[in-house]
């Protein structure tokens, strides 16, 4: 328990390193948003290996990198819509390509699957950043946006931890992730939803050009915490059942406690395209 607090802490602050600042130089970012990359690709390329021993590295890896697509439209001042487009045009094709090419040139018969799983971790990691990149440097005020999808799944996850320590007596998914309860889950999506709701009451209503009532923009930020917790529990849940798919316990190490990059951002890997959701809402919405 302590060790594990201890290396979330630590965590915790050098994500704060590189986030706040950003605020004041959005390239910063750029830092964070690679440095999550890389670990991440050679996390999943690991674990894939397991199972996929055909699979083309530098392919995967240069795919993952597609998730910076979207800054060729913030040197030109682009529009969200354009920045999302050519990431989500070219990366259709790119694993399209990616997974239909194996097959052709080699005669193994895992060469297709081999395709896909290159596929997938290709989008799984390259789509949230991309959304992470447009929110950041297409959206105005995009950076309030991406704290909230970057922090709400820890917090959620704490909360859950905690609920379901303490009151958990009721699995929701043992055949994924044996100590998961009910309990924890709507403790996590409670607290969540509270703290959102604490955070658009006395920070976002200064950023967002608010046209409806205080309660009422209260009441919507609340449910939009419980949605975000909702969608980072479904991630957490992927990731478990990949992890169990490929026979591994955590999918790194640096972090004890915590595991390794993915075992830390596999829901902040889902609520970011969500973060985005609500940030174009908001634009469309002005």
């Not at 690679?34 to 083309?56: D, G, P, R, Y």
């Not at 996590?188 to 976002?204: C, I, K």
């Not at 591994?248 to 990059?261: L, R």
Request: one cysteine or more; a positive charge.
């Amino acid at each position: 328990m302590l060790q594990r607090i201890i290396t979330g802490a630590i965590f915790t602050v050098a994500v704060l390193a590189l986030v706040i600042p950003a605020y004041f130089v959005p390239p910063v970012l750029l830092a964070f948003t690679f440095i999550v990359t890389t670990l991440a690709l050679v996390e999943l390329i690991k674990a894939a290996k397991n199972t996929q021993k055909e699979m083309s590295v530098p392919a995967t890896v240069l795919g993952g990198y597609l998730g910076f697509l979207p800054l060729v439209f913030w040197a030109t001042e682009g529009t969200p819509s354009q920045g999302f487009t050519l990431y989500a045009l070219i990366t259709l094709i790119y694993c399209f390509i990616s997974t239909m090419i194996p097959p052709l040139v080699k005669e193994h018969p895992e060469a297709i699957r081999s395709g896909f799983a290159s596929s997938m971790i290709i989008i799984y990691v390259s789509f949230p950043i991309a959304c992470t990149h447009v929110m950041m440097y297409l959206i105005p005020n995009g950076w309030y946006f991406m704290v909230i999808g970057l922090f709400a799944p820890w917090i959620s996850d704490v909360f859950a931890y905690f609920c379901g320590s303490f009151f958990g007596k009721h699995k929701i998914v043992p055949h994924i992730s044996p100590k998961k309860t009910w309990e924890g889950c709507v403790g996590g999506a409670l607290f969540t939803a509270l703290l959102t709701a604490l955070f658009f009451a006395f920070v976002m209503v200064h950023v967002m050009d608010v046209t409806m009532t205080f309660s009422l923009f209260v009441t919507l930020a609340a449910v939009f915490g419980f949605l975000l917790s909702c969608v980072s529990q479904l991630g957490d849940w992927m990731a478990s059942s990949i992890k169990r798919l490929v026979g591994i316990k955590d999918f790194g190490k640096f972090m004890p406690g915590h595991g390794g990059i993915m075992d830390r951002f596999d829901s902040a890997f889902f609520t970011l395209p969500v973060a985005l959701g609500l940030a174009y809402a908001v634009v469309w919405g002005g």
